[in-house]
């Protein structure tokens, strides 16, 4: 009988969400493709729904967590749920998981961890971009979406399986009414399993934890009290937030009795807290779900068109450049006037010399130059970080910033004053007002082209160098954007250092293998004890890393490969005049002023 009426709930949530939408009315025309098998556990197929528009398809994917009181059916999935992501463009997955009674909460999430691997190894299948996936549900789907946001983890490149060596990670969540603490529902110190006995007695299944006794290979329940608080703390989103979780939007009503707003408010402020953006709707006297709740689907589609960069297709004949999409007021898909924010193709030929250079480098006695050759040209600059390598280098150090309107880029300073004849603060700056503001000649010569590179065009050029790379990580909330271009740019390889702040999870994560510092070259010493502190390092297996390479270089007796012309399409060509012009007709830039 308690089965029947979890069930009831679940379903009662469906109603509520199509609020009277008659089958199929209005929703644009799409192809649904039903029980696509993502997985099986003892014996039982795990299923998922692709429902793809038949035209205008962006490119980003929506998975949607069918879920309500933890129960999950194929019965719940309607398309005319989902007529503004398709009208938009989504790829839309609708997934059905293990559910309750039957399984608790911790398996569930395992087959939502599951999906997300799948979806992603799938993308080329699906004509998805596996970097552009949003994740998003209601109530018991909304904490399946949040986990999935603050916990999701990378794959492990060593399974079996290839679908356990995909990330779970997604880069963007919507939600309604989601529980998101259960060490503190409703109010501090009160856990959920007092809640248990309260308003929500009708969930007490998905709380009953199990360990497998590998003895008698059974199950048994978990009985004791700190033991289930542990597990508790564990399946709440709250306790995983992090700086780099991606943009979480959740849309909750202050009368809800089931599910408290103060759930969405205290992970509002952990959010806020990690600098992670973060956006609360809050419905006035509404309780847990409300007649209109399909209108929200304007709101959650916005979210994701913010935050998975989603554009339609360019129609054939329709010009690329920088300037002709800035002439038209819309962002370019592969550029931003000034440089590239997309990495640039890569032959097969060239990435396996690419590897086997980079490999070469890392045996030897790596050269790393911080913030470019500044001697040579201004910091942080193509210009900086080619003359480095050109003047015989193995890798550059880079300092990675995010600009008010999103783009990620290179800056040393928290200020304009040192390097440019601007004053303030960099991180309140779109990119393009940052491409404004002329730097100094001071630090190495500039050219009215020279300005702060995007993170994209700095990896491009990394690629055509073969160079390694150091990271600076200025901000936190980037790592999993950064670690999307370097997904894109095959580069994981080439790094050997990083900063142990705001970067705990690319410093963790596997196919990164940090090197040993010997130290600074002592550059202003005499040749001989610069070739000594060199012999060192090459004796003990240590990179260096230095101001200006050419000192170093010489001590190892090196011939430097010389100057070599940037990469073409690495940065768009511009005026002054046509900058400004650009500059006016970015809303992005002119929201965030």
């Not at 009426?5 to 939408?21: K, M, Q, S």
């Not at 970067?503 to 090197?515: G, I």
């Not at 101001?547 to 430097?560: F, I, T």
Request: charged letters at 25%.
């Amino acid at each position: 009988m308690k089965t029947h009426r979890i069930i009831i709930c679940a379903v009662v949530f469906v109603g509520t969400f199509l609020g009277g939408i008659g089958r199929g009315e209005g929703v644009p025309a799409h192809r649904r493709t039903e029980d696509v098998v993502y997985g099986r556990k003892f014996g039982m197929a795990l299923t998922l729904d692709v429902i793809a528009p038949e035209r205008g398809a962006n490119g980003a994917a929506v998975v949607y967590a069918m879920s309500g009181g933890w129960v999950s059916a194929h019965e719940m999935i309607r398309p005319e749920m989902f007529a503004e992501m398709l009208g938009r463009g989504y790829t839309v997955f609708c997934v059905v998981h293990g559910c309750q009674p039957k399984f608790t909460i911790p398996e569930v999430l395992e087959d939502m961890n599951r999906s997300i691997r799948f979806i992603r190894r799938h993308a080329k299948d699906y004509h998805i971009d596996p970097r552009r996936i949003g994740i998003a549900g209601g109530s018991a789907g909304g904490h399946l979406s949040l986990m999935i946001g603050t916990a999701g983890t990378p794959g492990n490149p060593q399974a079996k399986d290839p679908i356990n060596r995909e990330s779970s990670r997604v880069q963007a969540v919507a939600c309604w009414y989601p529980p998101t603490d259960f060490t503190n529902y409703g109010q501090e110190g009160r856990d959920v399993f007092v809640a248990l006995e309260g308003e929500l007695d009708r969930f007490k299944a998905p709380f009953d934890f199990v360990t497998l006794d590998e003895t008698a290979r059974q199950f048994k329940l978990i009985t004791d009290i700190e033991r289930r608080r542990q597990i508790a703390r564990e399946i709440s989103p709250i306790t995983h937030v992090t700086s780099d979780d991606p943009p979480t939007l959740i849309i909750h009503g202050d009368a809800d009795k089931l599910v408290p707003i103060q759930q969405a408010e205290a992970i509002g402020k952990r959010f806020e807290a990690q600098h992670v953006p973060f956006k609360l709707v809050v419905r006035p006297g509404a309780g847990h779900g409300w007649p209109e709740l399909l209108k929200d689907m304007v709101i959650f589609a916005d979210w994701f068109d913010q935050h998975l960069g989603a554009r339609p297709p360019k129609k054939a004949g329709t010009t690329t450049t920088a300037a002709a999409d800035a002439s038209a007021g819309t962002a370019a898909p592969a550029a931003v006037l000034g440089y590239v924010t997309e990495i640039p193709p890569e032959p097969a030929e060239a990435r396996r010399e690419r590897h086997r250079l980079v490999s070469e480098r890392r045996s030897g006695v790596p050269i790393i130059v911080h913030r470019g050759a500044w001697r040579i040209a201004p910091e942080n600059t193509l210009e900086a970080y080619a003359a480095a390598m050109d003047a015989g280098a193995d890798g550059i150090e880079i300092d990675i910033r995010r600009s008010t309107d999103g783009v990620l880029y290179l800056f040393h300073d928290d200020t304009l004053e040192r390097l440019t004849n601007g004053t303030g603060r960099v991180k309140e700056l779109s990119y393009y007002e940052l491409l404004r503001i002329t730097p100094k000649s001071v630090f190495g010569p500039a050219t009215p082209e020279t300005r702060p590179p995007t993170l994209a065009a700095v990896l491009a050029l990394v690629r055509d160098r073969a160079a390694l790379l150091h990271l600076d990580i200025k901000e936190s909330g980037l790592q999993a954007d950064i670690a999307r271009l370097f997904d894109e740019a095959d580069v994981w390889d080439h790094i050997v250092e990083i900063n142990n702040y705001n970067a705990d999870r690319l410093r963790a994560d596997p196919r990164v293998k940090l090197l040993p510092y010997a130290g600074w070259v002592p550059e202003q010493a005499e040749p001989a004890a610069i070739k000594a502190f060199m012999e060192d390092a090459r004796r003990d297996h240590r990179m260096v890393i230095c101001e200006d390479p050419r000192s170093a270089v010489a001590a190892l007796g090196r011939k430097p490969p010389g100057d070599r012309p940037l990469p073409p399409g690495l940065r768009a060509q511009w005026t002054p005049q046509g900058l400004a012009a650009a500059s006016a007709n970015q809303p992005a830039a002119a929201a965030a002023r």
